[in-house]
């Protein structure tokens, strides 16, 4: 039980029993599946939050079925970064973009035609072929020092490598790193966007905890791990995205380096607001939240109401394993997604089914396991001409819409 960032000794925050991987979708509802321990800790020394149990990059990415979904939410996401990015000359014309963990492209395809460069590097099969059917050049491969000593021979070294959502799936951030500094030259840009800690922790978003996220990233925690690198903070800014991220932009240290005053202001912000009594409260309300949304939804089972959830989301499954939900409380599971329609969701065994299926035949109350696109979703339903179908919403707290 010791800090992956600092080797200092951690202690438990939350244990959440047992879950396969949450974005391995079963074939056949008899698909065997192994369960591992989601268990959360905690590091005094560099406040580090990480997850004990990590699952090897096979076992987490044999089946992987997350594809980035076309949203009009994300597409403004894109835009408010591309726009950050280059109003800071971090990304400008002559810039040669790399992303890791680019999935099919949807973000280098948004930039491609403001920069000199793209490529992306996933190292999930299927996704990258879609991404290079696409005209996103991507490499499959794990990002480390050895893929990007590769990286480096084929196309050079890139001004500003991104990692968006991609940085906590990785047991080593060190590795990631020394492939990160190999690449980078002096004025290179590391640009990492996560979900953020204290929003995690500040809206009881326990269903983020899921094996893909084994750090849970905060200022200090990605300051200190950067420090062993000889890189800082230039730079943050925040975005609802996610239910809450932060876009830290990263190089290696030079006494030239302008740090905005940004990173000041969120520091101080962080040391107010992460406290001891916040992670307490987050826990205490992770099992209310347990405890209501069970009640709630075998209630309305057993009064006859029909239940589907609304997007086959990593999140959901965390969600739905840790409160014991299964195919005998919820009809279905809607996802706009092609990849996940037909499936099951990891032991719940719950079968995905298409929007379209759903509103063919609407159920009496979706479980928005999508919280993250609530009102996209709520009014792409509304608009379907569905006015009945009630929303459960599972996050900050229970309520219904
Ligand atoms: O870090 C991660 C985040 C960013 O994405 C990953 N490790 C995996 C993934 O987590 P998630 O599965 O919880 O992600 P999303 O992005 O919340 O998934 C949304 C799901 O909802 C997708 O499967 C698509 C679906 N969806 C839908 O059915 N109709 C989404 C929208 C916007 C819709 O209108």
């Known amino acids: 039980m010791t800090c992956r960032i600092c080797s200092a000794d951690v202690s438990v925050l939350l244990d959440l029993g047992t879950s396969p991987p949450a974005n391995s979708l079963k074939k056949s509802p008899e698909q065997v599946q192994d369960s591992y321990p989601l268990v959360l800790e905690i590091c ?46 971090y990304l400008t014309s002559h810039s040669f973009a790399l992303e890791i963990g680019s999935n099919v492209g949807l973000f280098l395809d948004h930039i491609k035609p403001n920069v000199a460069k793209v490529v992306g590097i996933d190292p999930a099969q299927e996704i990258s072929e879609l991404a290079n059917q696409k005209g996103i050049e991507t490499v499959c491969d794990f990002f480390n020092e050895a893929s990007s000593v590769k990286l480096k021979d084929q196309f050079g070294n890139p001004n500003i490598i991104l990692a968006r959502h991609c940085f906590a799936h990785n047991c080593d951030p060190h590795r990631m790193l020394k492939g990160v500094t ?6 290179g840009l590391f640009v990492i966007e996560n979900a953020y800690l204290l929003n995690t922790i500040e809206n009881n978003e326990f269903d983020q905890i899921y094996h893909e996220h084994m750090f849970y990233y905060s200022i200090r925690s990605m300051k200190a791990l950067l420090a062993i690198h000889n890189m800082h903070l230039v730079d943050i800014i925040m975005s609802p995205i996610h239910g809450g991220s932060i876009v830290f932009v990263a190089k290696k240290v030079s006494a030239e380096d302008k740090i905005s005053s940004a990173v000041g202001k ?32 075998k209630g309305l089972r057993d009064g006859g109401w029909t239940i589907y959830t609304y997007g086959a989301t990593a999140k959901g499954n965390t969600l739905l394993n840790f409160i014991g939900l299964t195919d005998k409380e919820i009809k279905y599971c809607v996802d706009s997604t092609p990849m996940k329609q037909g499936k099951y969701l990891p032991k719940s065994n719950i079968k995905v089914i298409s929007e379209e299926e759903s509103q063919e035949n609407p159920p009496d109350y979706f479980l928005l396991t999508a919280w993250n696109y609530r009102d996209e979703i709520v009014n792409k339903v509304r608009q379907s001409g569905n006015y009945t179908s009630q929303f459960i919403v599972p996050i900050p707290f229970v309520h219904i819409l």
């Open 44 to 89: 005094d020394n560099c406040g580090n939050v990480q997850l004990r149990d990590c699952l090897d990059e096979e076992a987490l990415y044999k089946d992987y079925f997350y594809v980035t979904p076309s949203s009009t939410l994300l597409s403004r996401h894109y835009d408010f970064l591309q726009s950050f990015l280059f109003k800071n000359n």
């Open 182 to 187: 190999h690449l980078l030259d002096d004025s």
């Open 266 to 297: 969120y520091t101080l912000q962080e040391d107010l607001l992460l406290t001891p009594s916040a992670f307490k409260h987050f826990v205490e309300n992770t099992w209310r939240i347990k405890d209501t949304l069970g009640r709630l939804i």
